[in-house]
């Protein structure tokens, strides 16, 4: 066989790199065109604000599930929050480099990869069985948690690294305890990097299913309390495919999620860029 | 003692306390799914429960429950393997080419669409799979539902994972080493193929077990595409049913030994997670010495 030359080589792989790129390219096209094109027309204003009543053509909208998804949403992040932007601070600020340390970052790395059904597992038995929380918001709240945790703890401890030594020195010079430089410089400084890891995490939590399925019930009565069970928008999605044919109504359920997650996304870069600008001393 | 100072010593504890609830989750989850599946390991049998090809928990007339979970091992095996020969070679040409061939504009443009993507929920992917390949396979045959429908979802949905950090860490490889191959005469794709690529290799080699995570873990997307079947599957047109879609699909209605039988399977998926993990870190690090 003739040996060929290195710019027929070259030449080669640019265009099977192009081939890569044009192919997902239209993959991408596909998935996202096809959702927003088909799925746009069932989208109305009766759509958003009527309660599903169920039927095999799946009639009504999905005003019960929004108000739902938003609750869980909101009650995931009072739990979630606090915990991951404390163990965030304790891990960039005051840990120091010793086997428990390295216990923790270990876990964390762990738990990151553990598999939504897992967690879904444990919660049903935990939250649901054991604590009595029956398929409710609350304990899809607690799952969804312990879900993101290590998510928000990356994310966040990333931003508090980002703050310049110069901020901690000043304030510690200054005579500030450790608290008072961590709550009244580097908080404030890392907020927009922190906020930017909250939002990825409410985006996650749109998309999560398989922890909710087998915590929260499913059904779509509007939640009165945080016992009482219901579902997010992806999961009246799933519902919709497995339970009635109205294909109709779960793109269009697909194509609010999908804006939701466009909406985010443009968020989080906002922040992120603002973020970047801020610390490296841009703006 | 000053308020202040108070205060100081207080927050550090309480931060520790939030930083230990991580581990406290991980250790929670093992004793609770390692306590649950107890019952159906020694009902079942290990070996029994690994080996066995029936799975009919709730079985009809006189017959007694089969709890045989290798059609579900097996299932998770291919659809995951199936998924990664599409995503790899796809997500690794697709990130050279924006991190290193493609003009900048072209990039400010796929960049975010692939970020766009990771973040889509996986039902989503599901729908599309349903309406759009789910009818393609049916016209070449079976029922559509099938483990090829599974591999095609699978591999979209971990595509941009693995391009997006694949991408990065291309981007992360020194100038300096590209500069210094390039000086040396190499041609532009001689400095991607033997410089850069190697450079990035464990942050290739982490998006492609970050991928394979996603794949294996997949539970819904899944009970929507790829039809649920019990039995082995013989070909990639027959339906399959992978480990996390079978523990979703029947978790809320089962009970007794059934559902210690599902946490069992549960067990089966994080260790069949860690083994794989530890594979693929080993693969590269040998490759690393190569």
Redesign the interface.
Known sequence: MPRISAKHTQRLALAGIWGTGIVTVIILLVIIGYVLVKGVSDVSWSFLSTAPRGGLSGLGGISTVMVCTVYLIGLTMAILVPLGVGAAIYLSEYAPDNRMTRFIRYGTEVLAGVPSIVFGLFGFALFVTALHFRFSILSGALTLACLLLPTLIRTSEEALRAVPRSHREAALALGATRWQTVWRVLLPAALPGIVTGIILCIGRAMGETACLFVTMGGTTALPTSLFSGGRTLSMHLLALVMDTNAFGKALATGVVLVVAIIVINAMTNWLSQRFRARMTGGA | MKR??L??RS??G??????????A?????AV??L??SWPAFRQIGLLDFLLGTEWKPVPVGEESPEYGILAMIVGTVLVTAGALIFAI??????A???AD??PQRIRQI?R??????V??????????G???IVPVIRQIGGPGLSLAAGVIVLA?MI??TI?SISEDSIRAVPKAYREGALALGA????T??RVVLPAARSGIAASIVLGM?RA?????AM??VIGMATAMPNSPLDPARPM??G??LE??YASGVHLSA??AI?VV??LF??IL?SIAILVFKRGARA
């Open positions: 202040r100072y205060i100081d927050s550090r309480v931060l520790l306390i939030c930083a230990t609830v991580s581990v989750v991980l250790l929670a989850i609770f799914i306590k649950e070679p796809l997500g690794i040409g697709c050279i080419l924006l061939a493609a796929l975010p669409a692939v970020e766009l993507l973040g889509i929920p996986s039902v989503v992917y599901g729908l599309v349903l309406v759009l979209a595509l941009p391009i041609t532009n794709w001689q991607t193929w995570g294996v873990g997949e539970a819904m009970v929507m996390a879609p523990i979703a978790t809320n599902l946490f549960g998926l994080f997670i860690v993990n």
